[in-house]
């Protein structure tokens, strides 16, 4: 029926338009060769009609001062029309095209003047594959062929008049290379390089599948997408989708003026086997072995279709990452479209949906891969736990679902691929518009981080007592939703001594959370920008060794001039990679920091918009009345110690920062440790650093302090600033954690 309204609309407007109706004649007429090239039979069509495409010029001024043909306002008045709406919204008018290359030739225009891409239209296209199944339905790229790459059009014409549509209908070499629900993805392996055919049996799964592949190719500096031409149809109840890519728009042969000339610009028919020649000499003496030489030149290479390949079948282990507990989850599942669901604790047990589970685990309906799209949402998820900027975000996740019981509440995990999982932590972690570089030098390190963590055996909270101990106090202290017990004590002169430190191994039941006190998390909230993907896709797998061992990558906002050693701020050991050295090039004590910086550009580039409410980092001062600090002291540490008298530093690591801190009040003396601990006691939420000097006066205690987080490893400030100048990802790391080598993963 629809076909047969095609075709009485082409009728129509032939019996109306001259012009139109000329050049279809003309076309019943043009001379044909074939030729076998590549393994494919294709065909050559003189065609000098087409010279209008072929010659036409494409760059932006000539197509600002041309009027757009395909605009309404500016169509001939014989030009007819079929209507055609898309998905949300999108409209489309349905165009004879008057300079044809096929048969019932049409072109489907956008109604509104938007560039050529295919984002959000190829399911349109999908839906008139299936309206009009008599018809191929083609897409050239705005680089690759398209005609008017300023308004978004396909074209159309009847099924089977495409060479390599033919081939493939046929039974050709194709070889499986992924799959997704009910979509298969293969590779042509004839004619040229790039080429690639999609099936599936809905829409739905050829759009993730396409545009995952989409994903893994190249896009062009300045472009909305790669070069690529697209063919789609529908037959036998699947959408059938051939895709080829392309490295260029033109050969060398369109700019030659030696006898290789050829005025030809391959879009989708050529690149289909259907090659147009609008110049009789030229038609004249092409051979397979010249028709090939520009097929080759406008294709991608082998190793960029290898590329592409790899990106689509590659693995990435798999992280369980604990998101967030409470008495009550809601969430939803995105594949079903149910809306919010509730978990309830409820006898110790979940409950959910009229029953009780030990534990509830919703997979993924999609593969873990760095292009996976989101698979389920929490509400109320807390992020900057303890910290001045704490809020409530509702986040979405790729990935699968876990929910089991912690204690006396439910936690929600996150299990998924480790590559896409840094994907949100380089976006959380600091702006996804920051250097390359720079990107390319956290992403080796949140790697690396991660992957000794999970490598690494679980062990209690870390708490040091005096052996003068006798009398145990509890303190509770509440972290990342998890409840850490540790014992304190006074000795017989009434010194109250605490040593604290927290890490990942506190997590019993996943691998890391998804706070600031592993590493920030948001799931695909934050994974954005298309500079993070390719950060990730370029170091896919890299990590830091050092003597063939994993190394723990630690990191912090700002050093404040000189890097901490591990054992400051963690247990007492050490490790040769992270060492208290100047942030100075070539770690000259006596050299410009790199973290001492007030460049905004810079800054804005390392900080997330709410770590931007912290301005200042390098160098910064606090004041406390000392009624108001012990009561702080009180509040923070349930210990009592009265009036402030004096505050003093018993040991310091090489950057200054305290490890041992002794708080005396006029009713107990306090001393308190390690670094995190003494930042918690001190502050509301986290003091900058424990990197600070103390100055007493008669009613207040000032610290005069220095650097943003524990300053061990690399300084997120500082190696921003070595990236704008000009060190590269290698070198940011050598700096950082001298003597370490970057392998891969899986070696």
């Known amino acids: 029926m629809n076909k047969e309204t095609i075709y009485k609309f082409v009728g129509d407007q032939l019996s109306r338009w001259p012009l139109a109706c000329d050049n279809f004649r003309a076309l019943k007429n043009v001379r044909i060769r074939e030729m076998n090239a590549g393994g494919l039979d294709v065909r050559l069509q003189f065609n000098p009609a087409r010279m209008v495409s072929s010659a036409a010029k494409l760059n932006k001024e000539d197509i600002a001062k041309r009027k757009c043909f395909l605009c309404r306002a500016n169509r001939p008045a014989e030009q007819m029309m079929l209507k055609f709406e898309g998905r949300k919204g999108k409209k489309y008018h349905?165009?004879?095209?008057?300079?044809?290359?096929?048969?019932?030739?049409?072109?489907?225009?956008?109604?509104?003047?938007?560039?050529?891409?295919i984002w959000n239209r190829y399911v349109d296209m999908l839906d008139l594959a299936r309206k009009y199944q008599g018809f191929t339905f083609f897409y050239n790229g705005p680089r690759s062929g398209a005609s008017a790459p300023d308004h978004h059009h396909f074209q159309a014409a009847p099924r089977g008049l495409i060479p390599l549509e033919n081939d493939v209908e046929s039974g050709a070499q194709l070889q499986h290379v992924a799959s997704l629900q009910d979509a298969e993805l293969l590779h042509y392996q004839k004619f040229t390089t790039g080429v690639f055919v999609l099936k599936a049996e809905t829409a739905k799964s050829a759009a993730k599948l396409f545009y995952r592949l989409l994903?893994?190719?190249?896009?062009?500096?300045?472009?909305?997408e790669p070069m690529f031409n697209l063919f789609t149809y529908y037959r036998d109840g699947e959408f059938r989708t051939i895709v080829v890519f392309r490295s260029r728009h033109r050969s060398h042969h369109y700019f030659s003026d030696g006898p290789d000339h050829l005025t030809m610009s391959p879009g989708c028919a050529d690149m289909g086997g259907m090659f147009i020649v609008p110049v009789e000499a030229e038609f004249e003496k092409l051979t397979p072995e010249l028709l090939m030489e520009m097929v080759s030149e406008v294709s991608i290479t082998v190793e960029e279709q290898e590329r592409i390949i790899g990106r689509l079948t590659r693995t990435q282990p798999v992280v369980n990452v604990g998101i967030m507990s409470a008495k009550e989850?809601?969430?939803?599942?995105?594949?079903?479209?149910?809306?919010?669901?509730?978990?309830?604790?409820?006898?110790?047990?979940?409950?959910?949906?009229?029953?009780?589970?030990?534990?509830?685990?919703?997979?993924?309906?999609?593969?873990?891969?760095?292009?996976?799209?989101?698979?389920?949402?929490?509400?109320?998820?807390?992020?900057g736990v303890n910290f001045h900027w704490e809020r409530k975000e509702v986040q979405k996740f790729a990935g699968s679902l876990k929910i089991i019981v912690e204690k006396d509440k439910l936690t929600a995990m996150n299990v998924v691929g480790v590559e896409d999982y840094l994907l949100s932590v380089i976006s959380s972690e600091m702006s996804a518009s920051a250097s390359e570089e720079f990107?390319?030098?956290?992403?080796?390190?949140?790697?690396?981080?991660?992957?000794?963590?999970?490598?690494?055996?679980?062990?209690?909270?870390h708490v040091s007592v005096p052996e003068c101990v006798t009398d145990l106090q509890s303190l509770m202290?509440?972290?990342?939703?998890?409840?850490?017990?540790?014992?304190?004590?006074?000795?017989?002169?009434?010194v109250h001594e605490v040593i604290r430190w927290y890490d990942h191994e506190d997590h019993k039941n996943f691998d890391v959370c998804a706070d600031d006190h592993c590493q920030r998390y948001q799931g695909l909230t934050r994974a954005v920008g298309k500079t993070v993907r390719r950060v990730i896709d370029s170091t896919w797998g890299q990590v830091l060794t050092y003597d063939g061992q994993l190394c723990d990558a630690r990191f912090s906002k700002c050093c404040g001039g000189v890097m901490e050693r591990f054992g400051t701020c963690w247990e007492d050991k050490e490790y040769p990679y992270l060492q208290?050295?100047?942030?100075?090039p070539g770690h000259s004590p006596e050299g410009r920091c790199f973290c001492d910086t007030q460049d905004k550009e810079i800054l804005s580039q390392v900080l997330n918009n709410y770590d931007q409410e912290t301005v200042d980092f390098y160098r910064w001062t606090v004041e406390y009345g000392r009624n108001e600090l012990a009561d702080l002291i009180e509040s923070r540490s349930g210990v009592k110690v009265g009036r402030i008298l004096s505050v003093t530093p018993l040991e310091r690591g090489g950057s200054g920062r305290i490890s041992?801190?002794?708080?005396?009040?006029?009713?107990?003396?306090?001393?308190?440790?390690?670094?995190?601990?003494?930042?918690?006691?001190?502050?509301?939420?986290?003091?900058?650093?424990?990197?600070?000097?103390?100055?007493?006066?008669?009613?207040?205690?000032?610290?005069?302090?220095?650097?943003?987080?524990?300053?061990?490893?690399?300084?997120?400030?500082?190696?921003?600033?070595?990236?704008?100048?000009?060190?590269?990802?290698?070198?940011?790391?050598?700096?950082?954690?001298?003597g370490t080598k970057i392998n891969h993963y899986e070696e």
Request: glycine letters at 8%; hydrophobic letters at 40%.
């Open 94 to 117: 349905i165009l004879v095209n008057p300079y044809p290359i096929f048969p019932d030739h049409l072109v489907i225009a956008s109604d509104k003047h938007t560039d050529q891409t």
């Open 215 to 224: 994903d893994c190719a190249e896009i062009p500096e300045g472009e909305k």
């Open 329 to 383: 989850l809601d969430f939803e599942i995105l594949s079903d479209g149910a809306g919010v669901r509730k978990a309830v604790l409820r006898e110790g047990k979940i409950e959910y949906d009229g029953a009780l589970y030990d534990e509830l685990f919703f997979d993924a309906q999609t593969p873990s891969t760095l292009f996976a799209e989101p698979s389920f949402v929490l509400h109320d998820v807390t992020i």
């Open 439 to 461: 990107l390319k030098a956290h992403a080796v390190i949140s790697r690396s981080w991660l992957m000794a963590q999970m490598n690494s055996s679980g062990k209690d909270v």
């Open 477 to 494: 202290l509440h972290l990342d939703g998890l409840i850490n017990h540790a014992d304190a004590a006074d000795d017989e002169n009434g």
């Open 580 to 584: 208290p050295l100047p942030d100075s």
């Open 660 to 738: 041992r801190l002794k708080i005396e009040g006029e009713e107990k003396t306090f001393i308190v440790g390690k670094e995190l601990e003494i930042r918690r006691i001190l502050s509301d939420s986290h003091l900058k650093s424990s990197a600070f000097d103390v100055e007493m006066t008669d009613e207040k205690v000032i610290l005069h302090g220095s650097g943003w987080g524990h300053g061990v490893g690399l300084c997120q400030i500082g190696a921003a600033v070595m990236a704008s100048e000009g060190y590269d990802y290698r070198q940011i790391l050598e700096h950082y954690y001298p």
